[in-house]
Nanobody
Protein backbone atom coordinates (compact mmCIF):
# COMPACT_ATOMS: atom_id res chain seq x y z
CA UNK A 1 0.00 0.00 0.00
CA UNK A 2 1.29 3.45 -0.93
CA UNK A 3 0.07 6.64 0.69
CA UNK A 4 0.47 9.94 -1.11
CA UNK A 5 0.34 13.35 0.54
CA UNK A 6 0.16 16.50 -1.57
CA UNK A 7 0.91 20.06 -0.57
CA UNK A 8 1.55 23.41 -2.16
CA UNK A 9 -1.77 24.44 -3.68
CA UNK A 10 -3.14 27.93 -3.34
CA UNK A 11 -4.52 30.97 -5.11
CA UNK A 12 -2.53 33.06 -7.57
CA UNK A 13 -3.18 35.56 -10.30
CA UNK A 14 -2.76 34.70 -13.94
CA UNK A 15 0.91 34.65 -14.86
CA UNK A 16 1.94 33.53 -11.39
CA UNK A 17 3.64 30.34 -10.23
CA UNK A 18 3.04 27.52 -7.76
CA UNK A 19 5.00 24.43 -6.82
CA UNK A 20 3.18 21.31 -5.69
CA UNK A 21 4.77 18.48 -3.71
CA UNK A 22 3.77 14.85 -3.33
CA UNK A 23 5.40 12.60 -0.76
CA UNK A 24 5.02 8.84 -1.17
CA UNK A 25 5.20 6.47 1.80
CA UNK A 26 6.81 3.64 -0.19
CA UNK A 27 8.41 2.68 -3.49
CA UNK A 28 6.63 3.81 -6.64
CA UNK A 29 7.42 2.84 -10.21
CA UNK A 30 5.79 5.89 -11.77
CA UNK A 31 4.13 9.01 -10.41
CA UNK A 32 1.91 11.56 -12.05
CA UNK A 33 -0.11 14.70 -11.49
CA UNK A 34 -3.73 14.95 -12.55
CA UNK A 35 -6.21 17.77 -12.26
CA UNK A 36 -9.97 17.98 -12.20
CA UNK A 37 -12.30 20.94 -12.55
CA UNK A 38 -16.02 20.87 -11.71
CA UNK A 39 -17.97 19.09 -14.42
CA UNK A 40 -14.85 17.85 -16.18
CA UNK A 41 -13.04 14.54 -16.25
CA UNK A 42 -9.81 14.09 -14.40
CA UNK A 43 -7.00 14.80 -16.85
CA UNK A 44 -3.34 13.88 -16.78
CA UNK A 45 -0.96 16.82 -16.53
CA UNK A 46 2.50 15.30 -16.17
CA UNK A 47 4.17 12.03 -15.27
CA UNK A 48 7.63 10.88 -14.30
CA UNK A 49 9.48 7.57 -14.15
CA UNK A 50 11.63 8.33 -11.09
CA UNK A 51 14.32 5.72 -11.72
CA UNK A 52 15.34 7.33 -15.01
CA UNK A 53 13.87 10.79 -14.63
CA UNK A 54 11.99 10.46 -17.90
CA UNK A 55 8.91 12.67 -18.13
CA UNK A 56 5.82 13.26 -20.24
CA UNK A 57 3.39 16.16 -20.33
CA UNK A 58 -0.08 16.98 -21.54
CA UNK A 59 -0.02 19.51 -24.38
CA UNK A 60 -1.55 22.16 -22.09
CA UNK A 61 1.33 21.76 -19.63
CA UNK A 62 4.31 21.64 -21.99
CA UNK A 63 6.60 24.60 -21.68
CA UNK A 64 4.90 25.87 -18.50
CA UNK A 65 4.97 22.95 -16.04
CA UNK A 66 7.94 20.88 -14.88
CA UNK A 67 7.69 17.57 -13.03
CA UNK A 68 10.71 16.47 -11.03
CA UNK A 69 11.60 14.04 -8.28
CA UNK A 70 13.69 13.59 -5.17
CA UNK A 71 14.25 9.85 -5.10
CA UNK A 72 15.94 9.90 -1.70
CA UNK A 73 12.72 11.23 -0.15
CA UNK A 74 10.17 9.54 -2.46
CA UNK A 75 8.87 12.98 -3.37
CA UNK A 76 7.68 14.35 -6.68
CA UNK A 77 7.16 18.01 -7.50
CA UNK A 78 5.14 19.92 -10.06
CA UNK A 79 6.41 23.41 -10.74
CA UNK A 80 3.80 25.46 -12.55
CA UNK A 81 4.69 28.76 -14.22
CA UNK A 82 2.72 31.27 -16.24
CA UNK A 83 -0.50 29.94 -14.75
CA UNK A 84 -3.78 30.59 -16.54
CA UNK A 85 -7.37 30.61 -15.24
CA UNK A 86 -7.96 27.34 -17.11
CA UNK A 87 -5.35 25.71 -14.84
CA UNK A 88 -7.77 26.07 -11.92
CA UNK A 89 -8.82 22.80 -10.35
CA UNK A 90 -8.06 20.14 -7.78
CA UNK A 91 -4.64 18.66 -8.41
CA UNK A 92 -4.07 15.03 -7.49
CA UNK A 93 -0.89 13.05 -7.16
CA UNK A 94 -1.07 9.46 -8.38
CA UNK A 95 1.27 6.48 -8.42
CA UNK A 96 1.72 2.91 -9.55
CA UNK A 97 4.16 0.24 -8.44
CA UNK A 98 4.44 -1.49 -11.83
CA UNK A 99 4.54 -0.35 -15.48
CA UNK A 100 1.35 0.88 -17.08
CA UNK A 101 0.50 1.38 -20.72
CA UNK A 102 -1.36 4.70 -20.66
CA UNK A 103 0.85 6.90 -18.53
CA UNK A 104 -1.45 9.94 -18.48
CA UNK A 105 -4.72 8.06 -18.08
CA UNK A 106 -6.33 8.25 -14.63
CA UNK A 107 -7.69 4.69 -14.83
CA UNK A 108 -4.14 3.34 -15.04
CA UNK A 109 -3.16 4.58 -11.57
CA UNK A 110 -3.87 2.68 -8.37
CA UNK A 111 -2.79 5.07 -5.63
CA UNK A 112 -4.10 8.59 -5.16
CA UNK A 113 -3.55 11.51 -2.86
CA UNK A 114 -6.31 13.60 -1.33
CA UNK A 115 -5.79 16.51 -3.71
CA UNK A 116 -4.71 20.11 -3.35
CA UNK A 117 -6.67 23.06 -4.77
CA UNK A 118 -5.15 25.44 -7.30
CA UNK A 119 -7.07 28.60 -8.15
CA UNK A 120 -5.87 31.03 -10.80
CA UNK A 121 -7.68 34.33 -11.12
CA UNK A 122 -7.63 36.58 -14.16
Amino acid sequence: QVQLVESGGGSVQAGGSLKLSCAASAYTYRMAWFRQSPGKEREGVATIYPAAGSTAYAPSAKGRFTISRDNANNTVYLEMNNLEPDDTGMYYCAAVTRPVGSILLAAAYKYWGQGTQVTVSS
